[in-house]
């Protein structure tokens, strides 16, 4: 079995399995989208959005913070509604806004998640293909390296790019104003401050990709053998990616609540203009909320984050190896009939 995927997986090109993750990326956000609009105006309807107000938006693939503007109730959260819980919800807005409501703020979201997970998968199969030549295919330690690796690279390149289009977003600026402002940002704060906020996300996604990269490959095995299959299938790839999803989102649950915590702070100062109080470190917000709402306040928010989380992971995997599969028999085929 696991020679024959190895062959599989060497037939596959860099650009097809950029092709196969950016396939993947655009199905999960389709799906998982709807998911979190849904969340959002139920949350918008019993604790109203105030100017400057920050709320978490997440299309399965990457959370983007938005901070609300002044008063616009055209803004997709704020459409007034009155609703009993998620299908009342999911019914109602369908009904009355048009499907389209559903993947409301899509777009933006997006823009920055296709790029961010065609790096991510990408990088992980060229880093495994190489880790194996000189580890050995069968090597456990290749999917953690592989996986954290690959993260870390995704999120530092991707990391002032998330701060320049959260800016753009929400100031409404040309541009020409937005090259003066981060000129302006580097110049005062110098280059490391376009990567703000890259601790807090890199201590939440390693460890996440290192854990769920080792979960899905020892599952993948397991299901493979029991099943009798000579490579994953589509449901294969759809179980080991929901269940390894679902244990490394809840072991790094704190350092998402840590980073969901001090982006919106951030945030809200800027917009409020409120002076910044000092920058402070991933373990002090950490003890601020544990010394506040108990150890539990780690773990906030884990039944929605699962919901999320896990058809997102399972879709996700599960799109992107059927994506590496058709290529493998094309190529595989085109190699028979040159």
Same mark, same amino acid.
């Given at each position: 079995?696991?020679?024959?995927?190895?062959?599989?997986?060497?037939?596959?090109?860099?650009?097809?399995?950029?092709? /196969?993750?950016?396939?993947?990326?655009?199905?999960?956000?389709?799906?998982?989208?709807?998911?979190?609009?849904?969340?959002?105006?139920?949350?918008?309807?019993?604790?109203?959005?105030?100017?400057?107000?920050?709320?978490?938006?997440?299309?399965?693939?990457?959370?983007?913070?938005?901070?609300?503007?002044?008063?616009?109730?055209? /803004?997709?959260?704020?459409?007034?509604?009155? %609703?009993?819980?998620? !299908?009342?919800?999911?019914?109602?807005?369908?009904?009355?806004?048009?499907?389209?409501?559903?993947?409301?703020?899509?777009?933006?979201?997006?823009?920055?998640?296709?790029?961010?997970?065609?790096?991510?998968?990408?990088?992980?199969?060229?880093?495994?293909?190489?880790?194996?030549?000189?580890?050995?295919?069968?090597?456990?330690?290749?999917?953690?390296?592989?996986? +954290?690796?690959?993260?870390?690279? +995704?999120?530092?390149?991707?990391?002032?790019?998330? !701060?320049?289009?959260?800016?753009?977003?929400?100031?409404?600026?040309?541009?020409?104003?937005?090259?003066?402002?981060?000129?302006?940002?580097?110049?005062?704060?110098?280059?490391?401050?376009?990567?703000?906020?890259?601790?807090?996300?890199?201590?939440?996604?390693?460890? %996440?990709?290192?854990?769920?990269?080792?979960?899905?490959?020892?599952?993948?095995?397991?299901?493979?053998?029991?099943?009798?299959?000579?490579?994953?299938?589509?449901?294969?790839?759809?179980?080991?990616?929901?269940? +390894?999803?679902?244990?490394?989102?809840?072991?790094?649950?704190?350092?998402?609540?840590?980073?969901?915590?001090?982006?919106?702070?951030?945030?809200?100062?800027?917009? !409020?203009?409120?002076?910044?109080?000092?920058?402070?470190?991933?373990?002090?917000?950490?003890?601020?909320?544990?010394?506040?709402?108990?150890?539990?306040?780690?773990?906030?928010?884990?039944?929605?984050?699962?919901?999320?989380?896990?058809?997102?992971?399972?879709?996700?995997?599960?799109?992107?190896?059927?994506?590496?599969? %058709?290529?493998?028999?094309?190529?595989?085929?085109? +190699?028979?009939?040159?």
């Amino acid at each position: 079995m696991a020679e024959m995927s190895d062959s599989n997986l060497d037939k596959t090109t860099a650009l097809q399995q950029a092709i /196969a993750s950016c396939c993947g990326a655009i199905i999960t956000s389709l799906f998982v989208t709807p998911l979190d609009v849904i969340k959002t105006r139920l949350q918008a309807q019993s604790n109203p959005f105030s100017k400057g107000k920050c709320f978490v938006y997440s299309n399965g693939l990457m959370d983007h913070i938005c901070v609300c503007d002044n008063g616009d109730s055209k /803004a997709w959260y704020k459409k007034p509604g009155h %609703f009993k819980g998620m !299908l009342d919800a999911f019914v109602k807005i369908t009904q009355r806004e048009g499907v389209k409501s559903l993947w409301s703020g899509l777009p933006p979201t997006l823009i920055m998640a296709l790029p961010t997970t065609v790096i991510y998968f990408t990088c992980y199969d060229q880093l495994s293909e190489a880790l194996k030549s000189r580890l050995g295919k069968d090597d456990e330690h290749i999917p953690i390296l592989a996986g +954290s690796l690959s993260r870390f690279g +995704s999120v530092t390149i991707v990391s002032p790019l998330e !701060l320049i289009r959260t800016r753009m977003q929400y100031r409404k600026f040309s541009y020409k104003q937005l090259y003066l402002c981060v000129s302006s940002k580097v110049a005062s704060d110098g280059w490391l401050s376009l990567w703000r906020g890259w601790s807090s996300t890199v201590l939440r996604d390693v460890p %996440f990709s290192a854990m769920y990269w080792y979960n899905y490959e020892h599952f993948k095995k397991i299901l493979c053998k029991e099943l009798g299959a000579h490579e994953p299938t589509f449901f294969i790839a759809f179980v080991s990616g929901a269940a +390894s999803g679902s244990i490394a989102s809840v072991i790094t649950l704190p350092f998402d609540v840590v980073k969901t915590h001090r982006q919106t702070e951030l945030w809200e100062c800027e917009t !409020l203009k409120i002076p910044q109080r000092d920058s402070t470190s991933t373990w002090a917000v950490m003890r601020k909320i544990v010394a506040k709402n108990g150890i539990t306040g780690l773990f906030a928010g884990i039944i929605p984050r699962l919901f999320k989380v896990a058809p997102a992971c399972a879709i996700m995997i599960s799109t992107y190896e059927y994506g590496k599969s %058709f290529f493998s028999h094309l190529n595989g085929k085109m +190699s028979q009939h040159p």
